[in-house]
């Protein structure tokens, strides 16, 4: 199958929409699990069938199917799309301050809750889905994994690189347009 040949290959590591609770979200985890690869899923909330009762259940859902990583975003409608539009002609677009569309704060109307209340829900996934395991903990922990797994197969090559003593994008003394080689 693809998934063997890429854990082969030596994946190791996906980025993966969950767009909803179904058993083929859940098999599609546990096949890259199966597979040795870790996932970090992506989680869109706030969509218009998003209950509060959708959103509590969804949460429980990801803790369930083992998500290695977990990135949570709230539906953002960014101008000229198709949502921007449809939520402009039904009055849901909350400002046009466009710092705050940023994929973290709620700049529309939900239909099913509070904007506040989406923006607590939010809060709420990522509390609870890093509450035994902070971020950066899962994150060291994977990244640990993989260096432990090349080791063992001889593929480990040292990423460490002294970053001070080089020199990208930068120009020459004195102004020149000729990059400085890196040392």
Do not use: C
């Not at 706030?46 to 803790?63: A, Q, W």
């Not at 977990?70 to 402009?88: I, M, N």
């Not at 640990?144 to 460490?160: H, I, N, P, Q, Y």
């Amino acid at each position: 199958t693809v998934l063997d040949l890429a854990a082969r290959a030596g994946a190791w590591y996906v980025y993966q929409a969950v767009f909803d609770m179904s058993d083929h979200i859940r098999r599609r985890i546990r096949r890259y699990h199966d597979h040795g690869i870790a996932v970090e899923g992506t989680i869109l909330l706030g969509l218009d069938d998003h209950t509060e009762d959708y959103i509590k259940r969804f949460i429980d859902f990801l803790m369930e199917i083992e998500l290695d990583l977990a990135e949570f975003t709230v539906l953002t409608p960014f101008p000229h799309t198709r949502t921007f539009d449809d939520f402009e002609r039904e009055g849901r677009i909350l400002t046009r301050d466009w710092d705050a569309y940023t994929a973290d704060r709620v700049v529309f109307q939900p239909r099913h809750m509070s904007p506040e209340r989406l923006q607590e829900l939010y809060a709420s996934a990522w509390e609870t889905f890093y509450r035994d395991e902070p971020q950066n903990y899962k994150m060291f922990k994977l990244f640990k994994t993989v260096v432990e797994r090349e080791k063992a197969d001889g593929t480990f090559r040292s990423r460490r690189r002294d970053m001070a003593t080089r020199r990208f994008g930068r120009r020459g003394e004195g102004g020149g347009d000729a990059p400085v080689a890196a040392n």
